[in-house]
C-alpha cells in the first residue's frame, strides 16, 4: 500500500515513451530533427495530472530512462510495437518499488497480458480517468482496471503540455490535435475501435488560442537559445530558421482524420491565417477533389498532408474497406495539392490479400511518376483491436506473435499471394528504390516551395533505410505479372456475345462508358507452376491481341505454363473469340509454355460452332481449382 499523501509534498510523476534502442529504425539526432515528431499522448496526460504534482517526461527515442530517476509514480504509453519495451521498462520500476501504470491502445486490447507487468492499467482514453488514478494512488487504493465509460468531451480541453519535450530533438515540438475519432472503418486500423466511429472535435477559439500561446513561448525560447547558447549553436539555429526547418511557425495536427468536416475546416482554417504559420496534418486524399478547399488549406499555412493512399488496387482497398480513395483520381487529386504548394506523403500498404509480387514496383512507378515527395510504406500488420487482427487470428494465418515486430515493417502473418518472404523482400526492394539519389532527384527537381526542407527529409530517411534495410529483391515473376496486368479498352462493341456463365446479362444499350474495359488480372497459380489470368469487362478483338502479346512476353521471361479464366468475363465480340484461337499466335507462346484456357468452351460455346478450332488443345479444361 502506498502510503498517505503528506500535506504540501509535491510528488513526482515520471511518464515514458519506450522506443527500443537497439531497433534498427532507431533515429539518429538529425533524423528526428528532419522527419519526426512527437506523439501528445503523453503531453495529454501531463496536462490532467494534478497541480501539485511535478511530472517528468522521457521520450526513449531521444533520451535513455534513468531507472534510479526519484519519483513516485511511473506512466507509459504503449503501442503494440513498442509493448516489449514497455514490459521491460515497468519490471525494472517495480524491482525498485515504484508503482507502474500502462496505457494507450495495446493495453486497452490485451489487458490480461499487460496486466501481469504493471500495477495498473487504462483502458480507452485517459483524459477522464487519470485524475481518479492518481487520487486512488495517493489515498493507497489504486485499483488494477481503469476503464473508459463515454468518450471524452473536447470542450474546455487541457492543452497538452508540450513544453516538456525535449529541446531541438524533433523536425517539430509544435503538435497538437483538433478531431479524435473516425466515421471510416478501414479493416487494418485501430483509430475507429478505439478512439470512435464518429468524430469530435475542439472548438476553434480553443484551439487558435493554443497555437497562438505554443507559437510564442516557442519564439521566446529560439530567442534564449541563440543569446546564451554557443557561438555554434547560435548559427546552426540561425541556419535552420533561415531554410525553413526551424522558426517557431511549422506546426503538426496530429488527428488521425484531419478533414473529417468541411464546415468545420473551413472555420478552422480561416481563423488560422491570421497566426501565419505552416502547418501539416493527415488528410483523406480526396480533399484533392475540391479546389476551393485546397486553396484554403494552402492559404492558411499548409504545407504538406499524410494520405492514406493504401493501395493502387481497387481490390485491394475494397478488400480492407476503404472504397471511398478512388484509385481512378489518384493522379488529379495529387496534381490538386501539388498546383497549391502543398507536399503529399502517401502512406502504402503491402500485403493484402488481392496483392502479389507486382505491387511493389507499380507502388513506386507510380510515385515517381506523380513525384510525391515523401513516401511511408508499410507491410499489412493485424493488430490486436482491429477486424483484421480477428479475421487473420481466426483463419490461422499469424505465425509469429513478436509484438517488437508488429510496427509495419515485418511480415507476421501468410500473405495470400505471395510468400512471407516475397512481401519482406518487396518491402526492402521499394524503400530503397524509392529514397534512391535518383528517384530523389526526380521527384523534387521541380519542386519550388521549401526545396531545401524537403530535400533535408529525403535526404535523412535515405540515411535511415541504407542503414536499417537490407536492399531487398524482387523475383524475375514480379516484373512479369505487373507487364501481363492492364486494363485496355474496348472499342468494337458490335454482335456482343454474353458469357453463358456471368450472373448478370445486360444488353448493351445498358451499359455505360466505364464498363467497355477488358481488366486483364493476373496471379501466380496457387497450386501449379503456372501463371493464372483472369479476365473481366468485355473482350474485343484490339484487346484480344493485346491480351495474346502480354501472354507471349510473360511466357517467354517466366516460362511458366499460363491459365486463362474466362469464367468472369462479362461478353465477347465473334472477332475476338476467332483471334484468340489464332494458330500463329499458339506457335509463338509454345517454345516458352504451355497455355490453356479455362472455362473458354462453356462460356462460349454456342458462338464458337462456326469458328475454326485451331487451337484446339488449349480448350483442354485445366487449373480446375484455381
Given at each position: 500500500?502506498?502510503?498517505m499523501q503528506t500535506a504540501g509534498k509535491t510528488r513526482t510523476l515520471l511518464l515514458v515513451d519506450p522506443y527500443p534502442r537497439n531497433n534498427p529504425y532507431h533515429l539518429t539526432a538529425s533524423e528526428r530533427r528532419a522527419m519526426w515528431f512527437p506523439k501528445l499522448s503523453l503531453p495529454v496526460i501531463a496536462a490532467y495530472t494534478p497541480s501539485h504534482w511535478e511530472v517528468d517526461l522521457v521520450d526513449e527515442a531521444v533520451e535513455d530512462v534513468d531507472f534510479d530517476r526519484p519519483c513516485d509514480l511511473v506512466g507509459l504509453s504503449v503501442m503494440t510495437c513498442y509493448a516489449p519495451r514497455a514490459y521491460e521498462i515497468a519490471t525494472e520500476f517495480r524491482k525498485r518499488g515504484k508503482k507502474v501504470v500502462l496505457g494507450g491502445v495495446h493495453p486497452t486490447y490485451c489487458?490480461?497480458?499487460?496486466?501481469r507487468y504493471c500495477d495498473a492499467i487504462v483502458c480507452g482514453e485517459a483524459e477522464d480517468l487519470w485524475p481518479q488514478v492518481v487520487a486512488d494512488f495517493e489515498a493507497g487504493a489504486m485499483k488494477r482496471l481503469y476503464k473508459m465509460g463515454p468518450f471524452p468531451l473536447l470542450e474546455n480541453y487541457k492543452n497538452p503540455r508540450v513544453e516538456l519535450l525535449s529541446p531541438d530533438a524533433y523536425m517539430t515540438r509544435q503538435c497538437s490535435f483538433t478531431t479524435r475519432g473516425c466515421h471510416f472503418e478501414c479493416e487494418f486500423c485501430s483509430v475507429s475501435p478505439f478512439n470512435g466511429k464518429t468524430t469530435r472535435r475542439r472548438p476553434v477559439p480553443e484551439v487558435i488560442k493554443e497555437?497562438?500561446?505554443?507559437?510564442?513561448?516557442?519564439?521566446?525560447?529560439?530567442?534564449?537559445?541563440?543569446?546564451?547558447?554557443s557561438l555554434w549553436q547560435a548559427f546552426?539555429?540561425?541556419?535552420?530558421?533561415?531554410?525553413?526547418?526551424?522558426?517557431?511557425?511549422?506546426?503538426?495536427?496530429?488527428?488521425?482524420?484531419?478533414?473529417?468536416?468541411?464546415?468545420y475546416c473551413r472555420e478552422l482554417w480561416e481563423a488560422l491565417k491570421p497566426l501565419k504559420i505552416k502547418w501539416g496534418c493527415q488528410s483523406t486524399l480526396f480533399l484533392g477533389d475540391d479546389g476551393d478547399m485546397v486553396k484554403l488549406a494552402a492559404d492558411s499555412g499548409c504545407v504538406s498532408v499524410f494520405v492514406g493512399m493504401e493501395s493502387l488496387s481497387e481490390d485491394a482497398l475494397e478488400e480492407t474497406h476503404k472504397t471511398f480513395n478512388r484509385v481512378q483520381k489518384f493522379e488529379d487529386e495529387i496534381k490538386m495539392f501539388h498546383e497549391h504548394g502543398i507536399m503529399v506523403n502517401p502512406g502504402m500498404v503491402f500485403g493484402f490479400d488481392s496483392d502479389d509480387e507486382s505491387v511493389f514496383?507499380?507502388?513506386?512507378?507510380?510515385?515517381?511518376?506523380n513525384r510525391v515527395e515523401l513516401a511511408y510504406f508499410n507491410v499489412l500488420t493485424p493488430l490486436p483491436g482491429t477486424p483484421l487482427y480477428e479475421r487473420y487470428n481466426s483463419a490461422g494465418r499469424i505465425f509469429d506473435r513478436d509484438w517488437a515486430k508488429y510496427d509495419g515493417k515485418h511480415v507476421v502473418f501468410y500473405p495470400s499471394r505471395m510468400t512471407p518472404e516475397q512481401l519482406q523482400e518487396g518491402f526492402y526492394w521499394v524503400n530503397h528504390q524509392f529514397y534512391s539519389g535518383p528517384s530523389i532527384w526526380k521527384r523534387l527537381c521541380r519542386t519550388q516551395q521549401r526545396l531545401l526542407p524537403r530535400y533535408e527529409m529525403n535526404r535523412q530517411f535515405r540515411k535511415l533505410i541504407k542503414r536499417a534495410c537490407p536492399k531487398g529483391t524482387l523475383s524475375p515473376v514480379a516484373k512479369v505479372l505487373k507487364n501481363l496486368q492492364a486494363k485496355l479498352p474496348t472499342l468494337d462493341t458490335e454482335q456482343l456475345i454474353p458469357n453463358a456463365l456471368h450472373a448478370i446479362k445486360l444488353k448493351i444499350g445498358e451499359k455505360t462508358a466505364q464498363e467497355l474495359w477488358l481488366n486483364i488480372k493476373a496471379r501466380r497459380h496457387d497450386r501449379f507452376a503456372a501463371l493464372f489470368v483472369d479476365l473481366e469487362g468485355t473482350l474485343d478483338h484490339l484487346n484480344a491481341r493485346e491480351l495474346l502479346e502480354r501472354i507471349k512476353q510473360a511466357a517467354e521471361k517466366a516460362r511458366l505454363d499460363i491459365i486463362v479464366n474466362f469464367e468472369h468475363l462479362r461478353e465477347a465480340t465473334p472477332a475476338a473469340l476467332q483471334?484468340?484461337?489464332?494458330?500463329?499466335?499458339?506457335?509463338?507462346?509454345?517454345?516458352?509454355?504451355?497455355?490453356r484456357y479455362r472455362k473458354f468452351k462453356v462460356a462460349f460455346q454456342a458462338a464458337l460452332?462456326?469458328?475454326s478450332l485451331n487451337g484446339l488443345e488449349m480448350l483442354e479444361e485445366d487449373g480446375q481449382d484455381a
Open positions: 500500500m502506498q502510503p489487458p490480461d497480458e499487460a496486466l497555437l497562438a500561446q505554443i507559437k510564442q513561448w516557442i519564439r521566446a525560447e529560439l530567442v534564449e537559445r541563440m543569446r546564451y547558447g546552426m539555429t540561425g541556419l535552420r530558421i533561415r531554410i525553413g526547418l526551424e522558426d517557431g511557425t511549422i506546426f503538426a495536427f496530429v488527428d488521425d482524420l484531419h478533414n473529417s468536416n468541411r464546415a514496383e507499380k507502388a513506386q512507378e507510380f510515385l515517381l511518376k483471334t484468340l484461337l489464332d494458330g500463329e499466335a499458339v506457335k509463338a507462346v509454345a517454345p516458352y509454355a504451355k497455355v460452332e462456326g469458328l
